[in-house]
T-cell receptor
Framework: AQKITQTQPGMFVQEKEAVTLDCTYD???????LFWYKQPSSGEMIFLIY??????QNATEGRYSLNFQKARKSANLVISASQLGDSAMYFC??????????????FGTGTRLLVSP | NAGVTQTPKFRVLKTGQSMTLLCAQD?????MYWYRQDPGMGLRLIHY???????AKGEVPDGYNVSRLKKQNFLLGLESAAPSQTSVYFC???????????????FGEGSRLTVL
């Protein structure tokens, strides 16, 4: 079963507008973590934001925020005031289990975002 | 700050040839990983290591072997390359959970491998 689902292969947004990239996840573990990574055309993986399952508030990092809806099992990334440099592939990932011991990250298939002038 | 370094960055192989990808990290991380990235499939875990001298299989381990003789290095080997192994390979490392807060992965820049 797909643990991380990103249903938008591609998204378009105009510069300075906000955009939401969707991510849903599947887990029966009460303790988990959700990540978003950015992959620009140069290929490197850049960590953007993290949300723990027990975090009371939605995570924010500058122009990035994570819209965490636990009951719906969704962890959408919101980018405010898009910039041309935001054009990239974006991956959602999940770590299951508590913070003790080893857990792997499972990635979604990604969403390619294109920001137009 | 070097972080996670992968060598080589690019390689072209013929079917049946062997090669080794080297990953080195200078952050004293316990955990290290090898992922492959293919179009439309995201990143899939090949093998991982929870410490020096240990390795374990991930989601797609067939056709690959790994070794972690030193804490800072994690090697990925292809004994007999196949065209299906054409991919971009990423090495990553992370803290032992408890030292870091999130289990965030720190990635290398990737290695593009083509098997003809």
């Amino acid at each position: 079963a797909q643990k991380i689902t990103q249903t938008q292969p591609g998204m378009f947004v105009q510069e300075k507008e906000a955009v939401t990239l969707d991510c849903t996840y599947d887990t029966s573990d009460p303790s988990y973590g959700l990540f978003w990574y950015k992959q620009p055309s140069s290929g490197e993986m850049i960590f953007l934001i993290y949300q723990g399952s027990y975090d009371q508030q939605n995570a924010t990092e500058g122009r990035y925020s994570l819209n965490f809806q636990k009951a719906r099992k969704s962890a959408n990334l919101v980018i405010s005031a898009s910039q041309l440099g935001d054009s990239a592939m974006y991956f959602c990932a999940m770590r299951e289990g508590s913070l003790k011991g080893f857990q792997k990250l499972v990635f979604g298939t990604g969403t390619r975002l294109l920001v137009s002038p | 700050n070097a972080g996670v370094t992968q060598t080589p960055k690019f390689r072209v192989l013929k079917t049946g040839q062997s090669m080794t990808l080297l990953c080195a990290q200078d952050m004293n991380h316990e955990y290290m990983y090898w992922y492959r990235q293919d179009p439309g499939m995201g990143l899939r875990l090949i093998h991982y290591s929870v410490g020096e001298g240990t390795t374990a299989k991930g989601e797609v381990p067939d056709g690959y072997n790994v070794s972690r003789l030193k804490k800072q290095n994690f090697l990925l080997g292809l004994e007999s390359a196949a065209p299906s192994q054409t991919s971009v390979y990423f090495c990553a490392s992370s803290y032992t959970l408890g030292q870091g807060d999130t289990g965030e992965l720190f990635f290398g820049e990737g290695s593009r491998l083509t098997v003809l």
